[in-house]
């Protein structure tokens, strides 16, 4: 059973209701569906589990700390934080928490920030100067402690996200995939909470009572295209309850002949059979 007593320190204080003992057997079944289907395990593995201090990354420590204590995740887990010098960053919070969970982590600073605000062109968003300079740090630090694979907390929802803005914005289907190669091909890159709902992430960071850090870099501007993406679908998931599942199933039922890629489906080398038996036509108003 998932809902039994703690079992580790991350779910010290874990709420006795009925709707979280739920909420906690689902996440943990999730965040293990995609870890299976997508073959995220191998021998003498060792993650790099990247924490910002959002409701997303606390959410994704603790269940595969579970998934680990329950042996069903066989490698080693190293958390790690990444301090970009954000004017404000409560520095301690983090290592805090960590020590007092009695979880082997990382702290390294860098300061992306500065790099950010002066590269960035007034008007334009920060975001994606900031997620390659923080990539690239993770990177590194996963070189630098022997770790196979760096594992980021985005879900459901940033994967839902991320689909519409490469459709509206940047004219193609793609989206934050499941598992990832580097470019060097020495490190995977996993997103464990691919199947679980933000919702999901928010309601359970917020009864464990995790202490939340908010990112202030991104979360200042307005307007921003993934706000509007995020606000569309909201308004999808009201009127038709159920939505955003049916679009994250879609993304798992791609039929490349019924798409309009060339290099997915030789529709040129498309030839007839002509000894295949004609099918019955039972829709025919031909009469005899």
Known sequence: MLDETDIHPLFNGAPDSVAFKKLRKRLVRDTREAIDRYGMIAPGGKW???????????????????????????????????????????????????????????????????????????????????????????????????????????????????????????????????????????????????????ADCDAFARAMNYPIIPCDLCGSQDGLQRQQIKRLLDGWEANSPGRRGKIFSALMNARPSHLLDLGLFDFAGLTLDPTAAPAADHNTTDTP
């Open 48 to 198: 790099l589990v990247c924490l910002s201090g959002g409701k997303d990354s606390y959410t994704l420590l603790a269940v595969l700390y579970e998934l680990q204590w329950r042996g069903l995740l066989p490698v080693d887990l190293l958390a790690c934080n990444l301090d970009q010098g954000q004017p404000g960053f409560p520095a301690t919070v983090l290592p805090e928490f960590l020590a007092r969970m009695g979880v082997p982590h990382r702290i390294d600073y860098r300061d992306t920030y500065s790099v950010v605000m002066d590269k960035t062109p007034v008007g334009r968003t920060l975001c994606t100067m900031c997620s390659r300079l923080r990539r690239a740090n993770l990177y590194r630090i996963a070189r630098e402690e022997g770790c196979t694979a760096v594992v980021l907390g985005h879900h459901r929802d940033d994967i839902l996200e991320t689909f519409f803005l490469n459709l509206f914005h940047g004219g193609k289907l793609a989206t934050m995939p499941p598992k990832l190669k580097n470019d060097d091909g020495d490190l995977f890159l996993y997103r464990p909470l691919a199947h679980v709902a933000e």
